[in-house]
């Protein structure tokens, strides 16, 4: 909503979840279309070697590269849900950036993703559902209680913001699921196109409409100060955000694994046949890991994670790819609309993401690095004060113990 002006980003939400429900429909009819089961084994027989190494690397860079931003999120969100534990040091290490993200790592998102059978996360999907409908009714509360006490920017309520592509590229990344959709229809009870049709349809309403709520609370409480990380806005000591962080970040952890699926099915695809031994499956999960693990420590601005990973891994797989394997497979005729529809997503994805990759290199968006904002200081704290350290603020919040909650 802040890169793409409130109203504009609207619109485009519903546009992007449009999109991805026609795309994940399309992909299943190009398998049905060319007898295959999988992303990969569909654009080879489509395009051959070529195609197919291109969306390997695609297919690999979008859950790797996600699954470093998971890394970043759950550094963010439990370090701060540590510092408030009663007699607990800020600024200890064991409860610091690095370190959670490397406990999380090591305790639970490895162990889940070595897992052989992705279907056993069904239950580990749910617990996630249930979480994130809490963590929305936080931020839902929060506008409320919050919002009054941030002043708006000026700019807040402007249509269209020339930032509107970067945007396109954010809400690729959160709605893609196409890297991984074969491997869940594969899952589904007698999978036809009719029954992935109806959950697709599903799926993407309730994702929109969950979407829809989080991105105007979040922007009605924050309007041109919103981070990528929705959760660096809240305040530190704001109790029952929380407990908000803490659902976000174990919901995080939960989905880590269905990333780490993918990256080591395409990997299993390209070099060893489709299967892997008991031992290849352990050290090459341990190997993908230990790397998106070890890039994760080294980067603490998602923003330009999201934004990257849309524009140029999420918008072809998206936009491009399953349009020009329909394109090409279907003998349909021209005015069929699933053609024409196809015609239309192709170019608008080639534009997304080359137009997104300049913007999102030229033009970041702003990053606190863990920084409280303004609002979260008394009244005597002004706009100038935004560049106080990490730990003046935590020192500061300490010794005056004022928050606007209470």
């Known amino acids: 909503m802040k890169q793409a002006g409130f109203p504009l980003g609207i619109l485009l939400l519903f546009w992007v979840s449009y999109v991805t429900d026609f795309s994940l429909v399309l992909l299943i009819k190009g398998g049905a279309l060319s007898g295959t089961d999988t992303y990969q084994s569909l654009v080879n027989k489509t395009f051959g ?52 993200i490397v406990l999380s790592t090591v305790a639970f998102t490895l162990p889940l993703s070595l897992y052989r059978d992705i279907a056993k996360l069904g239950k580990i999907s749910l617990i996630s559902t249930v979480l994130t409908t809490l963590i929305l009714g936080i931020v839902m509360a929060r506008v409320v209680s919050l919002g009054p006490h941030i002043p708006k920017t000026e700019d807040a309520w402007i249509f269209a913001k020339p930032n509107a592509i970067q945007a396109v ?27 992935w049709s109806r959950i697709i349809h599903v799926s993407t309403l309730i994702s929109v409409f969950i979407s829809i709520l989080f991105a105007t609370c979040g922007y009605l409480t924050f309007t041109g100060y919103t ?109 069929h609309s699933d053609k024409i ?53 935590t020192t500061q919040l300490s010794i005056l113990n004022v928050s606007i909650f209470q």
């Open 227 to 335: 981070q990528g990380d929705l959760f660096e806005n809240y305040c530190r000591n704001d109790d029952l955000v929380t407990f908000g962080r803490f659902c976000y970040g174990v919901t995080v952890i939960l989905t880590y694994p269905i990333e780490c699926f993918v990256t080591r099915e395409v990997i299993a695809n390209v070099f060893f046949g489709g299967t892997l031994s008991s031992v290849l499956h352990i050290i090459i999960t341990v190997a993908i890991i230990t790397v998106a693990t070890l890039v994760s420590l080294l980067i603490d601005c998602l923003g330009i994670v999201l934004e990257l990973n849309g524009v140029l891994c999420a918008a072809p797989l998206i936009f491009i790819i399953p349009s020009a394997c329909y394109l090409k497979l279907s003998e349909e005729p021209r005015t």
């Open 169 to 195: 590229g954010v809400m690729s990344f959160a709605f893609i699921c196409h890297h991984n959709c074969f491997l869940v229809y594969g899952s589904l009870e007698e999978p036809t196109v009719a029954k």
């Open 341 to 393: 529809m196809s015609c239309v997503m192709l170019p608008i994805g080639a534009v997304v993401m080359a137009v997104g990759f300049v913007m999102a290199v030229t033009n970041p968006q702003d990053c606190t690095h863990g920084q409280e904002m303004f609002y979260c200081f008394p009244d005597n704290f002004s706009l100038t004060n935004i560049s106080i350290s990490h730990f003046q603020v």
């Open 49 to 100: 070697f070529p195609g197919y190494l291109l969306l390997s690397v695609l297919q690999f860079l979008y859950p790797f590269i996600a699954m470093i931003s998971y890394n970043i999120i759950t550094g963010d969100t439990l370090s701060k849900v540590f510092q408030r534990i009663p007699g607990v040091d800020p600024e200890n290490l064991l409860i610091g950036h690095h370190f959670i």
